[in-house]
């Protein structure tokens, strides 16, 4: 028997990319404390907080036994400094002008758990944004897409105009690096491609 695959996350750009790549899921809205620890390196803090969502996530439901759980984490890492969700538009405006005419790492961590188990990878990315002034960072904002993203902006939405080099996986950056992904649901008896149900 096919474990069910729950998503614990609310990320409908996470939700997308499963879609895309054939497998059907559950959605499992929780919430988990995205502060990172004092000195946490960047990559163990998306690790951890996808393993935390995964683990969490296996922990509400009533029978574990042939679910698979998901988690996943994305952060922006710009002179080894953590760039979370801006909680405002002084923020978010900061974030942006940092991140002009300079390449920062985007690093996402997918978590799957279930059958005993917990199993994570986390992908590197690097992303190069060409300048940006004052009045693109203010009308980006206005937009509204800049205030739920980490590092304050979302590739596959208007930020696109702002990328000048990508160097690693498009869809981790999105959030979900699908590759890794794929190979980690495959660990768990989970295939891509599977037909949809009309």
Not at 166 to 191: D, K, M, N
Request: charged letters at 20%.
């Amino acid at each position: 028997m096919v474990a069910t695959l729950y998503l614990a996350s609310g990320s409908p750009r996470r939700r997308e990319l499963l879609t895309q790549i054939g497998v059907p899921f559950v959605p499992l809205a929780l919430a988990v404390d995205e502060t990172p620890a004092p000195d946490e390196a960047p990559a163990a803090y998306v690790e951890r907080l996808a393993r935390d969502k995964a683990s969490a996530g296996l922990a509400r439901l009533a029978d574990a036994g042939q679910a698979v759980v998901l988690g996943a984490d994305t952060t922006v890492v710009l002179d080894g400094r953590i760039l979370g969700k801006p909680g405002n538009r002084a923020e978010a405006l900061a974030m942006l002008q940092a991140l002009g005419g300079r390449e920062h790492e985007v690093l996402t961590a997918v978590a799957l758990a279930g059958a005993g188990r917990c199993m994570a990878r986390v992908v590197r990315s690097r992303v190069a944004f060409r300048p940006l002034d004052a009045a693109e960072a203010e009308a980006y904002w206005a937009t509204g897409e800049p205030l739920d993203k980490a590092g304050g902006y979302a590739i596959q939405g208007f930020a696109a105009v702002f990328v000048s080099h990508l160097e690693g996986s498009y869809s981790a950056v999105v959030g979900l690096p699908l590759c890794e992904t794929a190979q980690l649901l495959a660990e768990f008896g989970i295939s891509c491609w599977q037909p949809q149900s009309q």
